[in-house]
């Protein structure tokens, strides 16, 4: 049955009680002058008062967390329990926003912070101080089943039964995937044309989403499904919803986990839609509040130069968080700019190949609380950091790459120090754009310069080029003796 919500939106859900988590956890508007508050039962993806994003915040004195972090590591013990098993709902006194038997899990977050000397030696750190958090081993095959876990378990504690997002692919994949599985609620995609990999389009189809293809890139497709899920009453999934950055900001848990909870010197991570910088800021900044830990890392945030909205206007034109107070001006004259040249966002990483982050505010913030940077990286870069990654045994896709590349710049321009202990955010999993890998590593030029010489990739610095031979034992042996 219809009903209108208290925003005036319609919904195919009815908002049920959270029990007694509606005291100790609310909705509350990111700007400091504004602080509108709303509950966790409502579903909203901005604030009423003046359009802000919203977060999600807890009553910490209240609810009593942990007072230390290695209060987590007894939920080891205890992996045949889901929650326990999720490297997301393992940290749910962290972000108790729902009922313990309302959370929805598939296993998510079961992921690695590996260390790399091949890569170490590549960026020009100290062997062991290069970390790569490698998001590939979820479930979908990307970091977005972090914050989907959470953003479907509010979704389902309101009793949502649609739930859509716009998407490079990923994100759409992960929604996908989490209907699939459980059977609560129908996903609804939508898609740019020709920006979307094959890898990672054929998951949503496969998990039998209904895609809706338009034309246009993510941005387009990004306004389209607010207006479509406001119009329809469908849950949003997108990043910017609070609740989603909830889940996302557990990778940052298992950072510290995995470094036996000492905080790290940086944390390097790709700048797309700036869910995942926004989500590590708040993780970082709660953990300092309720005092598990006693410094933040600092964070850097990497664009692809095809989508470098953030770059241009943090390092450019100045803008910053300023205590909530942003300058608009400067972001809305920077788009109108765009939109003047019709400028769109390109580049082979195409999980962020956005132009208009939604959530660049949050991610003002995290610089803020981060004391944080902002690079922007070539293709070409990227490419070749994909490539050592993948020497060293963890296949990513071409976004992920931008951390690896962010760091090399970095430490060329004296920013990261040789000694310092840096994370790199890998989001997903090499097969999510296998056609760019082979591209990179293929000795048909036609290939090459079809797919990557568009984009302004003039050579594959560290191709691993197949050896053509006859279908000659003799020679085959030979080829084996000369090329191993």
Known sequence: MLAAGRCGIVREFRAISVVTLTDVAFQRCIVPACGATYGVDEVRVACDVCGSLL??????????????????ETKW???????????????????????????????????????????????????????????????????KDNGMSAAFTHA???????????????????????????????????IGSGKISYGKLSQALDFGALTMQIAGDFDDAMARVKEVSSQLGIYLVNSVNPFRLEGQKTIMFRVLEALRWEVPDWIVVPGGNLGNSSAFGKAFAELKEIGLIDRVPRLAVINAKGADTLYELYE?????????????????????????????????????????????EKCLRALDTCDGVVR?????????????????????????????????????????????????????????????????????????????????????AFANRAVAVPNQLDEIVKAIQLYS
Not at 332 to 355: F, G, H, P, Q, V
Request: charge should be neutral; charged fraction near 20%; aromatic fraction near 8%.
């Open 376 to 460: 922007e990286v070539t293709d070409q870069q990227i490419l070749d950091a994909k490539a050592q990654v993948g020497a060293g045994g963890l296949g990513c896709e071409p976004a992920s790459a931008a951390s690896v590349a962010g760091a090399k710049l970095l430490v060329s321009q004296g920013v990261i120090a040789p000694s310092d202990r840096v994370v790199c955010v890998l989001t997903g999993h090499q097969l999510k754009d296998p056609t760019a890998t082979v591209a990179y590593h293929t000795t048909d030029q036609d290939q090459f310069n079809r797919v990557l010489g568009s984009r302004g990739v003039k050579r594959a």
């Open 77 to 143: 013990s205890r992996r045949y329990e889901p929650l326990s098993l999720s490297g997301v709902w393992r940290f749910y006194e962290l972000l108790p926003f729902a009922p313990r038997d309302r959370v929805v899990t598939i296993g998510e977050g079961q992921t690695l912070l590996q260390s790399s000397p091949g890569v170490a030696k590549y960026v020009g750190v100290d062997g062991g101080e290069l970390l790569l958090q490698y998001e590939g081993l979820n479930p979908s095959g990307s970091f």
């Open 156 to 190: 389902h504690t309101i009793n949502a039964k649609r739930a859509a997002c716009a998407s490079t692919g990923n994100t759409s994949a992960s929604l996908a995937l989490y209907c699939s599985v459980t059977k609560l609620m129908r996903a609804v995609i939508f």
């Open 316 to 360: 450019n034109r100045g803008l910053r968080w300023n205590g909530g107070q942003i300058d608009g001006a400067i972001r809305d004259d920077y788009y109108a700019e765009l939109d003047a040249a019709e400028k769109r966002a390109s580049t082979i990483a195409s999980a962020i190949e956005i132009n208009r982050p939604v959530n660049l």
């Open 55 to 72: 977060d999600v915040v807890y009553d910490w004195e209240r609810l009593k967390p942990p007072d230390k972090l290695s209060f987590f």
